[in-house]
């Protein structure tokens, strides 16, 4: 379909939103017990899934919350809650629990409690930001983000997003303590993690004992000075929704700085998103960061009443328009996506992969006008 043809205005978005929504619910009648992940020839592979730990398995649970709220399907909820049960099974591991705990929360118990009120999913996400608030390290203000031996001072830009299941217990508890520790965490990474033209490393080091910052160590992208795209739209996002939860105006700043960044370099490549910025041309694309940031890059717009970030969120769809399969009889809907800029993990090069799908619908919906969020925000905000 031609570029020009896919408008994404109210309406238009929402014409694509049910189309997606028509592909998630086939693609829910073929899946069987699979956890999707990544798709390979149209078909979702089953390896992740097997394995409670990995961090993207609450994503396709997350599709069906938020498309519960686009047309209600008890199919959705059901397969959803299995998922959530399938889940919590990982606290049986509890060594293996790391600060992703956040992503599976706020996409099962969080979603599913907000939905239907339902005491056990309220308990369940409550233990869950228990834990990850427990992983705090009083001494550099921050959370621990990996398990690995040697990386008890590792903090990933990806933390961001998790610190609004700590918002939410907050707010659920009527307890300071877990904001306070998301608003330290965010200060930390704000004076440590984000350079001065708004780009962001994928990982800092602190010494655990002293709290200082000890070095950079090497993450997903291509050095550790470099620009993982990735990165980048967990910050631009995370700042984000950091200032919706908090109205703190520094987050603001920097979402913003975060945003034009992103958008500077979107230019400069055509809105065709590689996985490092800066970096050497190796084949490697990353759809997933363009659907992140887009999605981070609507509510942006909300909040300045700015339209040119709605309009730059509506070109990483629109200029990516040929990576977006709607077909329903081919599992994986955003193509292209890696999960490094090596992309030496198992077969995640320019591949279809389950959270790009998540933002790609989230993106659609505040798009097509709906306020619902699963990142814990009240209604509306």
């Not at 570029?3 to 619910?25: H, M, P, T």
């Not at 390896?47 to 519960?68: C, I, K, P």
């Not at 990474?189 to 950079?216: E, F, K, T």
Request: proline letters at 4%.
């Amino acid at each position: 379909m031609a570029e020009q043809q896919w408008q994404l205005d109210d309406a238009g978005a929402q014409r694509v939103l049910i189309q997606a929504y028509a592909k998630v619910d086939t693609e829910l009648q073929r899946l069987g017990d699979k956890i999707p992940y990544i798709a390979e020839a149209g078909v979702y592979r089953e390896d992740r899934g097997r394995d409670v730990t990995w961090w993207t398995n609450g994503f396709f649970a997350g599709m069906l919350w938020q498309l519960e709220q686009v047309q209600h399907n008890p199919a959705f909820i059901a397969r959803a809650r299995r998922d959530s049960d399938r889940l919590m099974t990982r606290f049986r591991q509890f060594t293996t629990i790391d600060h992703d705990i956040g992503f599976v929360a706020l996409q099962t118990a969080v979603a599913d409690f907000r939905a239907t009120g339902q005491k056990k999913a309220r308990q369940e996400a409550l233990l869950m930001a228990t834990v990850l608030a427990g992983r705090y390290n009083p001494a550099g203000q921050f959370l621990r983000c990996w398990n690995q031996p040697g990386r008890a001072g590792w903090v990933i830009i990806d933390s961001m997003m998790n610190l609004n299941l700590l918002f939410w217990a907050g707010r659920e508890l009527q307890d300071p303590r877990f904001s306070q520790i998301a608003v330290a965490h965010a200060d930390s990474v704000l004076a440590n993690q984000m350079r001065a033209d708004a780009s962001a490393y994928h990982v800092v080091g602190y010494d655990p004992v002293s709290g200082n910052v000890a070095d950079y160590p090497p993450g997903q992208g291509y050095s550790p000075q470099s620009a993982w795209t990735r990165g980048q739209g967990w910050a631009l996002y995370g700042f984000v929704l950091a200032y919706q939860q908090t109205g703190f105006a520094r987050y603001l700043t920097m979402a913003r700085a975060s945003a034009d960044y992103f958008i500077t370099q979107a230019e400069r490549y055509q809105w065709i998103i590689p996985a490092d910025f800066d970096a050497p041309d190796n084949g490697v694309l990353d759809m997933s960061a363009a659907m992140i940031a887009a999605s981070g890059l609507v509510t942006l717009s909300i909040i300045d009443n700015d339209p040119g970030y709605r309009q730059a969120a509506e070109r990483l769809l629109i200029r990516n328009r040929d990576r977006i399969d709607l077909d329903p009889t081919r599992d994986g809907i955003v193509q292209d996506c890696s999960g490094s800029y090596a992309s030496q993990m198992d077969g995640e090069k320019n591949v279809p992969i389950i959270y790009a799908d998540f933002f790609f619908i989230e993106t659609l919906m505040k798009l097509a006008g709906y306020k619902y969020s699963l990142w814990a925000l009240p209604t509306g905000v």
